[in-house]
């Protein structure tokens, strides 16, 4: 199947810096991609949708100007955690939809994810 | 507003034995259920996805059902091995490409 990376898998960084975390899709070209945040023994939640080439879509709650959200490219896009904060330490998700997947409902390939602790 | 809860939150079973995992949601209008497993370290995998107008699908030693008046789903797993050991997550389509997700399963097979 289709594989989706994440870089980094974990982090670990000062409360009030920025953390940049990269999605990209290895073997397919991906027109949306999706980032998600799950806390220990939580459902994961979806917090943006993002297409190549345009603004990301934010769910309710999710603040974009704290989680910057950039697809500028057909294979990546990457998720800014800026001025982090303890609160946001967290598993970030990302999931990319294949371009060429049509009518395949649900054709989400998800990446392995990345550990974010904020000290 | 859908919610989708998995229980139980972590089962433990010997080697062999088959399973039951089970899913409930509270807005039967869903587009289709599916579910996922997760490892650690690694990225989510599809295992089965049931469309709104199924009532199971299978794959291997995996089944699942849909019951959508109901508000379930279940997964069976049959003669578990070690290697299934993981999280199972649940997850039902609303609209286009929204996913509501359980918080999952934690499945921990004994050798």
């Known amino acids: 199947g289709a594989v989706v990376s994440q870089h980094p898998s974990w982090v670990i960084c000062k409360s009030g810096t920025s953390v940049k975390i990269e999605c990209r899709s290895l073997d397919f070209q991906a027109t949306t991609m999706f980032w998600y945040r799950q806390f220990p023994k939580q459902s994961l939640m979806l917090m943006a949708t993002s297409n190549e080439g345009s603004k990301a879509t934010y769910e309710q709650g999710v603040e974009k100007d704290k989680f910057l959200i950039n697809h500028a490219s057909l294979t990546l896009s990457t998720l800014t955690v800026t001025s982090a904060h303890p609160e946001d330490s967290s598993f970030y998700i990302c999931?990319?939809?294949?371009?060429?997947?049509?009518?395949?409902?649900?054709?989400?390939?998800f990446g392995p994810g990345t550990r974010l602790t904020v000290l | 507003k859908q919610e989708v809860t998995q229980i139980p939150a972590a089962l433990s079973v010997p080697e062999g034995e088959n399973l039951v995992l089970n899913c409930s949601f509270t807005?039967?209008?869903?587009?289709?259920l599916q579910w996922f497993r997760q490892d650690p370290g690694k990225g989510l995998t599809s295992l089965l996805l049931i469309q709104s107008s199924q009532r199971e699908q299978t794959s291997g030693r995996l089944n699942a059902s849909l019951d959508k008046s109901s508000g379930r789903s279940t997964l069976y797993i049959a003669a578990s091995q070690p290697g299934d050991s993981a999280t199972y997550l649940c997850?039902?389509?609303?609209?286009?490409?929204?996913?509501?997700w359980g918080a999952g399963t934690k499945l921990i097979i004994k050798p």
């Open positions: 807005d039967s209008a869903i587009y289709n």
């Open positions: 997850a039902v389509k609303k609209g286009n490409y929204q996913l509501i």
């Open positions: 999931s990319a939809r294949d371009k060429l997947a049509g009518n395949i409902e649900n054709e989400q390939f």
